[in-house]
């Protein structure tokens, strides 16, 4: 069995150096990766591939939750422990573990609407100044909206079972930084920083 | 001549994302096999959480350690296992705690004869343990507590069971483990409607029967259908 945090960290690195590349503190890095890739010099370019990574991040994580919620439903245990971490007893837990109007596995949610955004994120990647990409990267930011609501309520549930299911959380914290990457994408729209011109300084002071 | 491209990049990208989800997709259908978790026949039944009592202390409970995961269909060295789902205030639980414990000292092979089938002779069978999950219904005058649930199972102390000594109850104390199930979490994860409620689990935690389902056959009866002879 593959040591569970070693997975947890495989999640943190995208969705961290995703939230890096989308912040100020990805300026340095992006110069430091422009060398093998040049685009990355680019203000918008740099916050779009942070922002793919983050949502493929999520993706993936969602398609781990899912595994493990089967996996669970054929009596094995995956990541059950006697600590507050314990996913097995979160996406185990047959009254909580899927959603209460169309009684799917929140994996399976979590897969569509990461999928959905991977979908908008990589569109806008590769035609940035379309008509329809400001459009797009509203949708995203709205999606991700909606997704806080949804977070809670799982969060409540984990106060209820007095468990954390870490993957879950990784999902969240990436639904999280997207909803931060749209948000900055359109601020970036606004102030005219978004096109392919060298421009290294955002104005994160605004 | 004017081409639109914008249109190209979304498609595109469309299927490499619908072609990904369903990698994904076919990835879970290869390397899994759900079943869904539930109370229903053929569902795997939840685990059953809290402490326990077993006639001497209260200990943490663990389902896990009553299943059989590797076990196979028609196997009878696997323990099967009856969930009965309680509230000692229920009137309809007191009638029934001889019934449930004559089955228990029978089916879990503590007794070689059935006290109210006489013509049956010892079990052949597989193992088939007992737990009760006592609950505390909704309902005034349902207050119980761990004194309670022990007065229920020993058949002792001076608790009040459904308006009686719960010293007083018909049959003998109980052999098997009670469950705190006052916040009415088991219950509620199981969805039982009501109280009492009989659920016979298959050794790997598959629910194979229950009484919800089948209201016109007792425990007794879906045992001896159910179970593998050996």
């Known amino acids: ?29 992006g110069k430091t990766l422009s060398g093998r890739q040049p685009l990355l010099k680019h203000a918008r370019r740099r916050h779009m591939f942070g922002l793919n990574l983050v949502v493929l991040a999520g993706f993936v994580v969602s398609v781990h939750t899912l595994w493990i919620s089967n996996k669970i439903s054929e009596g094995g245990n995956v990541c059950s422990s006697a600590t507050v971490f314990s996913c097995d007893d979160v996406l185990g837990n047959a009254q909580y573990n899927t959603d209460p109007v169309f009684g799917l ?31 797009y990267l509203n949708y995203g930011k709205y999606m991700t909206l ?3 609501p949804i977070i809670a309520l799982l969060i409540s549930y984990e106060v209820a079972m007095e468990k954390i ?26 102030e005219g920083q978004w096109n392919d011109d060298e421009a290294q300084g955002i104005n994160w002071k605004e | 001549m004017k081409t639109n491209t914008e249109a190209d990049v979304r498609t595109d990208t469309g299927i490499k994302v619908m072609a990904l989800f369903f990698v994904a997709i076919i990835f879970l259908a290869l390397t899994t096999d759900p079943i869904k978790t539930g109370t229903k026949e053929g569902d795997r039944a939840p685990m059953l959480e809290g402490k326990a009592y077993n006639g001497s202390s209260w200990y943490e409970f ?17 323990q099967w296992l009856v969930v009965e789902f309680m509230d000692t205030d229920c009137p309809f639980c007191v009638r029934s705690a001889d019934d449930v414990g004559y089955d228990a000292e029978y089916f879990m092979k503590l007794r070689p004869s059935h006290a109210t089938n006489p013509g049956m002779g010892p079990w052949d069978g597989p193992v088939v343990n007992f737990i009760a999950s006592a609950t505390e219904l909704d309902i005034p005058g349902h207050e119980t507590s761990r004194d309670e649930i022990e007065a229920f199972r020993d058949k002792s102390g001076d608790e009040v069971c459904a308006d009686s000594a719960c010293a007083e109850r018909a049959g003998q104390s109980h052999r098997f483990v009670y469950i705190d199930d006052i916040d009415q979490d088991n219950m509620k994860e199981w969805k039982v409607p009501g109280t009492p409620a009989y659920f016979l689990i298959q050794p790997d935690g598959i629910v194979a029967w229950t009484s919800t389902e089948n209201s016109q056959e007792t425990v007794f009866e879906a045992i001896m259908r159910i179970t593998p002879e050996a």
């Open chain 2, 62 to 78: 663990d389902m896990s350690d009553y299943l059989t995961q590797n076990w196979t269909a028609g196997d009878a060295e696997g």
């Open chain 1, 165 to 190: 299911c870490q993957f879950c959380t990784m999902a969240h914290i990436a639904n999280m930084v997207c909803l931060f990457g749209f948000w900055r994408a359109g601020k970036m729209i606004e």
């Open chain 1, 105 to 135: 596995p929140w994996g399976m949610i979590g897969m569509v609407a990461f999928g959905a955004l991977m979908f908008i994120t990589n569109s806008v990647s590769k035609e940035p100044d379309a008509l329809w990409a400001e459009k």
């Open chain 1, 1 to 29: 069995m593959v040591n569970q945090n070693l997975l947890l960290l495989a999640y943190i690195v995208p969705i961290g150096l995703g939230t890096l590349l989308m912040t100020k503190a990805g300026q340095g890095l």
């Open chain 1, 146 to 148: 909606v997704g806080v």
